[in-house]
């Protein structure tokens, strides 16, 4: 994947096209394809755009990629929407509701290829074990409409009763008459907004950290976490522990309650303890599942068009007295720093899968700031190498690890993405006990559903060998088929994140990845989806240690 600095970090997305040669298109004499300038000023934000070159690709002339190019406009994105052209554009996040956000735009030298026309972007296949071919989609009429629409205002949601919404800049068009126009200059001001957030990290790590932790569980389990909810007030956290019994056994009245007691409280940590069949769950409809099981709006407090979770949260998914004794255990274990044989190890695996970036290159991306900054060894299993079989990955996990990536296809109780042989939840039970246990980013489908059937995320936290707990100390994963690039961008925007802001707390680091999506992809529904996929197994206010 290509990665350059301009004044933040973008991400490029490609189609996958087959392609013939690129040729360059020079628009201004100077180095490099783009550059922003940024100008804030009181409430108002004036950013100046130059694209200086980019380059395109014809595709194949025979049907149905016939006439379509390929741009490649260097640190600059590309618009995700299906079957329409993939154009450049850049995203800031802004506070306030788009009804009282202006923004104005001022064009500078337009240059216009009645030639070119840009490929339409492409549906991406699902992380499943078993995916269905896309065919090439299109759509005509974008294609013989005027695309002018520069700039669109978008509502993401309210964090701790801070709305904030999206300018989407578009910085080039095509319509049927004057072909591909691309702005080699272009300024665009915004106005009514009090903070303008490219780093989206800063401004969440400042709203209301407090240690209210709000603990919900089944009356079964309520003595078991004792020693656990000690340990925590220990280190200064305010503990609420209330039963499902006390609040009400259905999803209404356990939103209800912690909607309520919010507005008092202002929970910044929670904790549900129990499976789907345990403790409520809400299944909410997407693109993968119409019933996909979620938590998210337990922790939404902004109403119905709010996808911003306010409140740091993870499930405890257990069926017994034992595991909840197990999982504490290890989280308590984990802060104390005990167990810390072999924490310097990283555990990155990819699938031989993906384009522009591949699985590999995310991967790569994912392990870059962790090892510069912690000094971690790297361990990669790549699907296309013969040592990546789950035997080698419980080597590592045996001597100890601090965080491990996966990357690839997901089978709800499996990881498919390695050579010969899957590593399966059965796999778990076989790590030696006695090390570090890592946090693990799961970027796959299905393996992060909390139903106590096997899936993968609950065995890591659940199983045991010779009578001692092994596995992972909080796992973070989705719950129904996910989508490609999203999951994949959260996870590297997470561990970049993490250093760059030296982010010590589980939820907020998960939070702040979730977030990186609204800088860095356009598809405003494809980023509330993985808010609503994915689910931490573990504490919230787990401190990180390298």
Avoid at 148 to 171: I, Q
Avoid at 325 to 334: C, D, E, G, P
Avoid at 366 to 381: D, G, I, R, T
Wanted: hydrophobic letters at 35%.
């Amino acid at each position: 994947m290509k990665t350059r600095i301009v004044l933040f970090w973008i991400f490029i997305f490609s189609s996958l096209f087959p392609q013939l040669e690129a040729k360059v298109h020079n628009l201004i004499e100077k180095t490099g394809l783009a550059t922003i300038e940024r100008t804030e000023q009181g409430n108002s934000l004036e950013l100046q755009f130059s694209i200086k070159s980019f380059e395109s690709k014809e595709l194949r002339e025979e049907s149905p990629y016939q006439g379509f190019s390929e741009l490649d406009f260097g640190e600059l994105d590309k618009t995700h929407t299906v079957g329409e052209p993939a154009l450049p554009y850049y995203s800031i996040v802004v506070e306030g509701r788009p009804e009282f956000i202006s923004v104005t735009t001022e064009k500078g030298t337009v240059n216009n290829f009645k030639n070119l026309m840009p490929g339409p972007a492409q549906e991406q296949p699902c992380r499943c074990k078993k995916v269905a071919k896309k065919g090439f989609q299109v759509s005509w009429k974008s294609y013989q409409s005027s695309q002018k629409e520069l700039v669109k205002v978008e509502y993401l949601g309210d964090f701790r009763g801070v709305p904030l919404s999206r300018v989407l800049v578009k910085l080039a068009t095509f319509s049927e008459s004057e072909g591909l126009s691309v702005f080699s200059s272009l300024k665009i001001k915004i106005e009514g907004s009090s903070n303008f957030h490219t780093d989206l990290n800063q401004f969440l790590s400042g709203q209301n950290n407090n240690k209210k932790y709000l603990i919900i569980t089944p009356l079964i389990f309520k003595q078991a976490l004792n020693k656990f909810v000690s340990w925590k007030e220990e280190l200064g956290f305010d503990v609420t522990v209330v039963t499902l019994e006390e609040v009400g056994e259905t999803f209404s009245a356990v939103k209800e309650y912690i909607h309520r007691t919010y507005k008092q409280e202002q929970w910044n940590y929670s904790l549900l303890v129990g499976h789907e069949g345990s403790f409520p769950t809400e299944y909410v409809e997407t693109s993968s599942d119409p019933k996909t099981p979620s938590d998210l709006h337990y922790f939404t407090m902004g109403g119905e068009d709010d996808f911003i979770p306010d409140v740091f949260s993870g499930r405890m998914v257990v069926d017994s007295v034992e595991e909840v004794l197990r999982q504490t255990s290890k989280i308590m274990a984990y802060e104390k720093g005990s167990n810390q044989k072999g924490k310097e190890n990283y555990i990155g695996i990819a699938s031989d899968e993906g384009y522009d970036p591949t699985d590999v290159e995310y991967i790569e991306q994912m392990a870059s700031p962790l090892k510069n900054e912690h000094h971690l060894k790297v361990n990669y299993f790549f699907q296309k190498n013969t040592d990546s079989t789950p035997q080698n990955i419980n080597n590592v996990l045996s001597s100890g690890a601090s965080w491990m990536n996966y990357i690839g296809h997901g089978a709800g109780d499996s990881w498919p993405s390695l050579y010969g042989k899957e590593y399966h939840s059965k796999d778990i039970k076989n790590i030696a006990p006695g090390a570090a246990k890592p946090i693990i980013i799961d970027v796959a489908c299905q393996n992060g559903r909390f139903s106590y059937e096997g899936r993968l995320g609950e065995r890591f936290l659940n199983e045991e060998n010779s009578g001692r707990p092994v596995g992972a100390v909080a796992y973070y994963g989705g719950s129904v088929d996910i989508s490609w690039h999203p999951p994949a961008i959260m996870a590297v925007g997470l561990n970049k994140l993490l250093v760059k802001k030296k982010i010590k707390v589980l939820g907020e680091a998960l939070l702040a990845g979730q977030m990186y999506l609204y800088n860095n992809y356009d598809e405003q529904s494809s980023i509330r989806e993985n808010f609503v996929w994915y689910h931490l197994f573990g504490d919230p206010s787990l401190k990180i240690k390298f």
